[in-house]
């Protein structure tokens, strides 16, 4: 693909057939997202090279995430506290890798594929992001309008249409970087999880707890072949490798380093590289320690007593019973909507990108919407598609929940493979292709989430579950 067309205004429009004010238009937006003393290429302290990679760890500790260690503590306790042990370096090494590839690029991962791959990879790769980001949408607005419900009663439906609403105005109108630096004070709520988990009235076995995060177990049953492949698919999740590609060029062209996507001025220096690295691994530490916390908290509160099947925000959220019950809602919830008021635009912003990269729309959350209309008007119509999905649910909330972690988890799979294949490509990243130890942990990533998808998948079909 080339640079002139990765920035075309809009659907059907050339790049010749732009005018001297779109091109003014363009400049400004470009302005607008500048900070004034670009450090991009200069090695920060640790934590002033916090960025996309944290606001990545932050966003897949979604609903669905949450979710799914709520199932997982509950129903099985401490036994599958070994997937977020082994998760940490595989999890840094995939996002490592996507960074890595914008930031050589100045491009997403879909702009990518579609330059140097066939046709039919790049709409398979967009058409598994787009169908399962809109089933993770459905769940998370779910249970973002039953916590809201559970808090200020009212109607279900009317919920989830403020909640939906609000998320695609805002997304319109309102910088994602702003959006995101309020919300992410929200997540702190998950903290609840730690304090909660720590209490001297909650008995936990440190031994045990020990022993099954470095050892680890396996069930031939379906059930647990369904929570290990939702804990992979929450924990290393397609929208994330995406996500984090689009939030680097966004960076690039906020450091003076790109005027649009594609169009990246040099190659990135060693001071770059070093802050993508310790950004992401910061990113996904915070991230797992989360994930830690709400399984052994879950496990302490709900398992021990017995309670091994939730299925709504109420059941979840008596995890944190011993704060006390109105706090343990409140905290429940308020974790929930900020979470979920986080990872939804992510997960329609990173189905954009995809989109807009396939079909050459101009497209940037630093964009204006109306420089960018059909790349802002994917983001609204997928969280539109979730949000219409909940007028045929069937299913519980955290369940909902739970089944998008594992269609995460199965479609992860390929995905990781042409991530493999494009980091390992010298056309593409020049001298910056994958090294042993980063092929060896993406290798792994998908040797664990492809055979755990298999045994998962010849389970449900053949029914067995000795």
């Known amino acids: 693909m080339s640079e002139e067309s990765v920035n075309l205004p809009d659907p059907g429009l050339s790049a010749e057939a732009e005018t001297h004010e779109e091109r003014i238009a363009d400049q400004e937006d470009v302005a607008n997202a500048r900070v004034e003393e670009p450090d991009i290429r200069v090695k920060k302290p640790f934590w002033k090279s916090l960025g996309p990679g944290l606001i990545t760890g932050a966003a897949d500790n979604d609903p669905a995430g949450i979710g799914t260690y709520s199932v997982v503590g509950a129903q099985f306790g401490y036994k599958l506290l070994w997937p977020t042990l082994l998760c940490l370096p595989l999890m840094i090494a995939v996002q490592e890798m996507c960074g890595r590839v914008a930031l050589l690029t100045g491009k997403g991962l879909a702009a990518v594929v579609k330059e140097h791959y066939p046709k039919w990879l790049l709409l398979g790769c967009v058409f598994l992001l787009m169908v399962t980001n809109i089933i993770n949408i459905y769940a998370d607005l779910n249970i973002m309008a039953s916590s809201a419900q559970m808090l200020f009663h009212g109607v279900f439906l009317l919920w989830l249409s403020i ?13 994602y970087a702003h959006y995101a630096r309020f919300l992410k004070w929200l997540c702190l709520t998950f903290i609840a999880y730690a304090i909660t988990a720590l209490m001297p009235s909650v008995h936990n076995s440190w031994s045990l707890i020990f022993k099954n995060l470095v050892l680890p177990t396996w069930q031939w049953k379906t059930d647990y072949l369904m929570a290990l492949v939702g804990s992979l698919g929450t924990t290393i999740s397609p929208y994330l490798f995406f996500w984090q590609a689009g939030q680097q060029v966004e960076e690039l062209i906020a450091q003076h380093e790109a005027d649009a996507p594609g169009k990246r001025k040099r190659s990135p220096n060693e001071a770059e590289m070093h802050n993508l690295r310790a950004d992401t691994a910061a990113g996904m530490l915070v991230s797992q320690l989360v994930t830690f916390f709400i399984i052994i908290c879950t ?9 091994t099947n939730i299925n709504t925000a109420q059941d979840a959220a008596r995890a944190l019973a011993p704060l006390g019950g109105k706090i343990a809602y409140w905290l429940f919830a308020l974790g929930i909507l900020g979470a979920g008021l986080l990872a939804v635009p992510t997960l329609a912003g990173s189905a954009a990108y995809a ?42 909330p955290i369940k909902a929940l739970f089944y998008a972690s594992v269609l995460n988890g199965v479609v992860a799979v390929p995905l990781l493979v042409v991530l493999l ?19 060896l942990l993406g290798g792994l990533a998908v040797l664990l989430l492809g055979v755990a998808s298999l045994f998962m998948l010849w389970a449900l079909v053949t029914g067995h579950s000795a």
């Open 299 to 307: 496990a302490a509160t709900l398992h021990a007593k017995g309670v």
């Open 163 to 175: 909640i939906a609403l609000f998320m695609m105005l805002t997304q319109i109108f309102m910088p």
């Open 355 to 396: 989109l807009s990269e396939t079909l050459s729309w101009r497209h940037g959350l630093y964009r204006r919407f109306q420089r960018a209309r059909a790349f802002y008007l994917t983001i609204a119509g997928m969280v539109l598609v979730g949000y219409l999905l909940n007028f045929f649910r069937k299913v519980s």
């Open 421 to 439: 294949f494009i980091c390992n490509n010298s056309k593409v990243m020049k001298a910056r292709t994958n090294r042993p130890l980063s092929n």
